[in-house]
Structure formats: structure tokens, C-alpha cells
């Protein structure tokens, strides 16, 4: 039987490059180990480069590969377009590009006693989420999930066009 292509599964015929927002940790810090196994150059786009540099000794260790880092913060339209220009300038082409960085706003005890607002509005008031805000004014978890991650790929999508061969598709 044939087996579903994956990101994973598909592309160690080459040795990509891989540009990857939030890969210091979690299950980005996980699956840039996985492509970098697999023979990937990995580009690891941060927006703590102490955390950054963490991650990318491990994950050079572990894999053996090449790994760099460079500064993104995807809260802010500046960092993003500083990076697209500084990725621009020294690279050729991005064969994959994995929007993986977000933050969540969790329910935490607060938000979670917030839900007695609907039964005694006037005795308790608090916010049901933060009112977080991105640079740019911005709600934190649409300005940096989606719009961030819009903008990094509109700037990025000419290298990652670069990429395609009749061999290999982008992504
Ligand atoms: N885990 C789940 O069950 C689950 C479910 C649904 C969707 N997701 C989504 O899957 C992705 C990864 O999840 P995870 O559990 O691995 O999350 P995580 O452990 O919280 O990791 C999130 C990554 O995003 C980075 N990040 C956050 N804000 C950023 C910003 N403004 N600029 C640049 N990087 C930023 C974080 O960097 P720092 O280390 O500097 O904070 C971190 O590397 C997230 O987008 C999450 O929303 C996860």
C-alpha cells in the first residue's frame, strides 16, 4: 500500500532548507529534530535568541545537522519584515516553510470563575481574556497567529516559489 504523503515522509530524496518559526519548543521543538534527522538545513526564527541558541545546540547535537538561528517576533509587523528582508538578502530558496510558532490564551482560574459572570454579573467582574495587544495594536492571539504568520509568508513566498523543481513541490 502506498503511504500518505506527509512533510515528513516526503522530501529526504533532497536536503532542504527549512525555515521555522517557534522551533525552540514543544511540538515545533520536536518536529524540527525529526527534519533535521532527516538531513534538513534548518533556519530556527526565534523571538528569544537566548532560547534560540538553546534549542540549536540540541538540536545540532542530536541530528548532527546544520542549524542557524535568526530573530523573529511574530507580535510584530517590524520584526517580521526586518527578518523577510535580512532571509532575502542571504538566501536563494526556502523549500519548506512551517507556520508553526502560536500563542493561546489559555483558561486559567480567573477566566474560568469569570464564566459566574452570567449568573451574577453585577458581583463579579472580571475579563474573560486578557486584553493583550500585538505592537501594532493589534488582538495578541489574531495579530500574531494569523496575521503574523500571513505577512512572514507574503514576504517569504518568492524563495519559496524558487524552490520548485519537477522533482519537488514546496510547501
Ligand atoms: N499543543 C496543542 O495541543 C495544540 C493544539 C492546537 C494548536 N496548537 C498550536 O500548535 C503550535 C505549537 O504548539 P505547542 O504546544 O508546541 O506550543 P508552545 O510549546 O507554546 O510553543 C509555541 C512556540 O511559538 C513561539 N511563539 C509564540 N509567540 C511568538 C511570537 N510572537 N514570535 C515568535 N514566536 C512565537 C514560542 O516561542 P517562546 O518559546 O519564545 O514562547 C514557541 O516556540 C502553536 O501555534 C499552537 O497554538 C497546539
Not at 508553526?100 to 470563575?113: D, E, T
Request: proline share 5%.
Amino acid at each position: 500500500m502506498r503511504e500518505t504523503p506527509t512533510l515528513l515522509n516526503t522530501f529526504p530524496v533532497i536536503f532542504p532548507t527549512v525555515f521555522y518559526p517557534g522551533a525552540n519548543t514543544g511540538i515545533g521543538k520536536e518536529t524540527a529534530l525529526e527534519l533535521g534527522r532527516r538531513g534538513a538545513r534548518l533556519m530556527l526564527l526565534c523571538r528569544d535568541l537566548e532560547k534560540a541558541d538553546a534549542a540549536k545546540e540540541e538540536i545540532a547535537k542530536e541530528t548532527g545537522g546544520a542549524v542557524e538561528t535568526m530573530k523573529l517576533d511574530l507580535s510584530s509587523l517590524r520584526s517580521i519584515r526586518e527578518c523577510a528582508e535580512k532571509i532575502l538578502e542571504k538566501e536563494d530558496k526556502i523549500h519548506i516553510l512551517v507556520n508553526n510558532a502560536g500563542v493561546m490564551v489559555s483558561l486559567n482560574l480567573l477566566q474560568q470563575l469569570s464564566l459566574l459572570q452570567c449568573f451574577f454579573p453585577p458581583l463579579i467582574q472580571f475579563q474573560v481574556c486578557p486584553n493583550w495587544k500585538t505592537e501594532d495594536g493589534f488582538d495578541m492571539q489574531f495579530g500574531t497567529n494569523h496575521l503574523g504568520h500571513f505577512l512572514l509568508t507574503e514576504l517569504l513566498l518568492p524563495l519559496v516559489k524558487k524552490a520548485a523543481t519537477d522533482d519537488f513541490r514546496p510547501r
